[in-house]
């Protein structure tokens, strides 16, 4: 039997509850769970005015741009369009069917004022991180690191000569250009001078690293505890190894000095095998250093290699193949000279009368009187990295970094950070640090059960 019509009539009066509405099990019932914002309004008290026209309210700002990112919607127009439409979203905004929903321009307008001002997100980010330590998610043992390159919202063909750039009108990213020059993790990350930049958003650097053509971006490096995938740490770069690097090892020290944790594997790529990471991993931290050494040692042209002298640490020498002694100093100099090079190596050397008598020479030096090595001040802690590299553990923990790689591929796939919206060094950090408070609490949603 065919069913009446429906006809939409206005009702004087409805009994609806959205609260009855929203499934028990959905994802944005179990995030609300862990998401405390108790604290916002006190925390945002100093950077509102006593007099004037009442704000809306900051914390469904926060719940709004939070929701964005948990479902992957990056426009604020269409947030502010769906959180209208859909009901679990105006439940999770604590909005009823009546309430109107906030104008667009007023996120803009917050993030760009007092928001970054009192650095709010990452104000937010230590508090979801603090409840994922709470429920016992960190383990704390095994920490993964990795950057991953995010396009910034600047056209690559729209480009400028550095050296004829002067900048048209001052912005917001411009400003933060100049004063991120002396920045180690943008402007100051590399000596090497950018040779074009993006009017828009010159900050971001030209990088050819990920894609077949070269794009303006910025990294997002991640310090995740590698027991759940708990993000620990976000920080924005540029795209440039150094910067990552530098980052990393201030992550390790900022989450240890803020929760107290401090693991005993470091789990990285080859990006932080070099020496000076290595050293300060093992001797400044007493980390094991889980990452394949960046090793320049190997000759390519049939001649022995640094691997093929044995180091005699107790002698302080090198013996070659022919078992000649290599030694740091072998003139006595009227100046005394330093042992260590700016560089921050030793040179060992052979003695010239054994070198030019040597059967192997051809194989060793062919083109200088006598062979030399140098050791990098940080070769003991290489050197372990080398023996960790053989070991099953390394083996393992190279399985367990995938996780850091799969954050990333969430991060775009289902976060949708697939290109920034917004300009400047602060609004990739905005961005990224936004992003990854999501996912911890997606993590949360999915790891711990609901309550009985
Ligand atoms: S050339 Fe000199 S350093 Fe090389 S194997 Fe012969 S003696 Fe040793």
């Not at 994922?132 to 480009?159: H, M, Q, T, Y």
């Not at 001078?193 to 993006?198: A, D, E, G, N, T």
Request: contains cysteine.
């Amino acid at each position: 039997m065919m069913g009446p019509r429906q006809v939409a009539q206005a009702s004087l009066f409805y009994e609806f509850s959205i609260e009855d509405h929203v499934p028990a099990d959905h994802l944005l019932r179990k995030i609300d769970r862990y998401l405390d914002l108790s604290e916002i309004r006190s925390f945002l008290a100093p950077y509102y005015s006593h007099q004037g026209r009442p704000s809306v309210d900051p914390e469904l700002m926060i719940r709004m741009l939070l929701l964005g990112y948990a479902m992957g919607i990056r426009s604020e127009r269409r947030i502010c369009e769906e959180v209208h439409l859909n009901l679990a979203y105006r439940w999770f905004c604590r909005l009823d069917l009546t309430d109107p929903i906030p104008d667009h321009s007023t996120f803009s307008k917050n993030r760009h004022g007092r928001f970054r001002d009192c650095d709010l997100f990452r104000h937010l980010f230590e508090t979801v991180l603090a409840r994922c330590i709470a429920e016992g998610l960190v383990g704390g043992e095994e920490f993964g690191i990795d950057a991953s390159i995010i396009p910034a919202d600047a056209k690559r063909l729209n480009k400028v000569e550095a050296k004829d750039w002067t900048p048209e009108r001052i912005t917001r990213a411009t400003d933060e250009y100049f004063e991120t020059l002396d920045v180690a993790a943008f402007g100051a990350a590399t000596t090497v001078k950018p040779k074009v930049l993006s009017p828009v958003d010159p900050a971001a650097r030209f990088t050819g690293a990920k894609k077949a053509y070269s794009i303006f971006a910025y990294s997002t490096n991640y310090l995740v505890d590698l027991e759940n995938a708990i993000i620990l740490d976000v920080e924005a770069t540029a795209p440039i190894r150094q910067a990552e690097v530098n980052a990393a090892l201030d992550m390790v020290d900022m989450v240890e000095g803020l929760y107290g944790l401090y693991p005993e594997k470091f789990v990285g790529d080859g990006a932080y095998g070099n020496a000076e990471t290595l050293g300060w991993l093992v001797h400044e931290k007493g980390i094991e250093p889980h990452v394949p050494v960046l090793d320049k040692t190997w000759r390519q042209d049939g001649t022995f290699s640094r691997a093929d002298f044995t180091f005699d640490a107790e002698e302080d020498r090198y013996l070659c193949p022919g078992g000649i002694e290599l030694l740091p100093h072998r003139r006595q100099f009227q100046t005394i000279r330093p042992r260590v090079t700016d560089d921050e190596t030793v040179r060992y050397r052979a003695a010239k009368s054994d070198c030019d008598g040597c059967a192997l020479k051809a194989q060793c030096c062919p083109n200088t009187p006598a062979r030399k090595i140098t050791r990098s001040i940080h070769e003991g802690a290489r050197d372990l990295a080398r023996d960790i590299a053989k070991t099953d553990a390394f083996v393992a923990s190279r399985h367990a970094r995938r996780k850091v790689e799969m954050l990333f591929a969430h991060l775009k796939k289902i976060v949708g950070l697939t290109r920034l919206r917004l300009r400047g060094p602060n609004g990739a950090k905005d961005e990224f640090t936004l992003a990854a408070t999501a996912q911890n609490l997606r993590k949360m949603a999915k790891l711990l059960p609901a309550p009985a």
